[in-house]
C-alpha cells in the first residue's frame, strides 16, 4: 500500500515536471527582467548565463574548530559584482548550498547559473582535500539577504548569510 502511494506520488511529480513548457520559458524570461531591473548599471548575462565576477573576491573559510563545524565568517557583506571563495580547511567534507525555497525568485536562475559544477539545485560540490576552493559570482544578483549552509554538517548548524548591497 505504502509503495503504491510513492509510486503514485513520483508519477504525478513527472507529470507536473514535463507539462507546460511555454510557462517555463516565461518564467525564465521574466526572471531575467527582474534581475536587469535590480542591476541597472551592469549588463546582466542571460539567465543560464555565469555572469563573472567583476568586484572583489572575498574569502570565506570552512572549518572544524573546538569540535564546531563553521564558515568563517558566518556572516558577510558584499557588493552586487563580488564574488566569495570558499575554502576547505578541516573538517571535510564541506559543501555550499542555499535552499531553493528560500531563494527569491528574481535571483534563483542566475545564481544557479553562476554556481558551477552543481550536485543538485543550489548545491555546490564536496570538498574533500585541505585547500579546495569553490567561488561563486554574485553579478547580476538582486541586492538581498542569502542564507547558505553545508549540506553535511547541516544538522551540526553550519551555516552562513550573504547579505548583497
Not at 517555463?24 to 535590480?38: K, S, Y
Not at 553545508?150 to 550573504?162: F, Q, S, W
Amino acid at each position: 500500500m505504502q509503495i503504491s502511494r510513492i509510486l503514485l506520488g513520483a508519477a504525478s511529480m513527472v507529470v507536473l515536471a514535463c507539462g507546460g513548457a511555454d510557462r517555463t520559458d516565461t518564467a525564465t524570461t521574466d526572471t531575467a527582467a527582474v534581475v536587469a531591473a535590480a542591476t541597472p548599471a551592469a549588463t546582466p548575462a542571460a539567465a543560464g548565463t555565469m555572469a563573472p565576477i567583476t568586484g572583489t573576491t572575498h574569502e570565506v573559510r570552512m572549518v572544524l574548530e573546538n569540535n564546531e563545524y563553521k564558515f568563517s565568517p558566518a556572516n558577510i557583506t558584499i557588493k552586487a559584482g563580488d564574488g566569495i571563495r570558499w575554502t576547505m580547511v578541516s573538517g571535510a567534507p564541506h559543501n555550499v548550498a542555499f535552499d531553493p525555497a528560500t531563494v527569491p525568485a528574481a535571483a534563483k536562475a542566475q545564481l544557479m547559473a553562476n554556481m558551477p559544477n552543481q550536485i543538485s539545485e543550489l548545491s555546490g560540490p564536496m570538498m574533500i582535500n585541505a585547500n579546495e576552493t569553490y567561488s561563486i559570482s554574485f553579478a547580476n544578483i538582486p541586492a538581498g539577504t542569502y542564507n547558505y549552509f553545508c549540506t553535511p554538517h547541516l544538522a551540526m548548524n553550519m551555516r552562513g548569510v550573504i547579505t548583497v548591497q
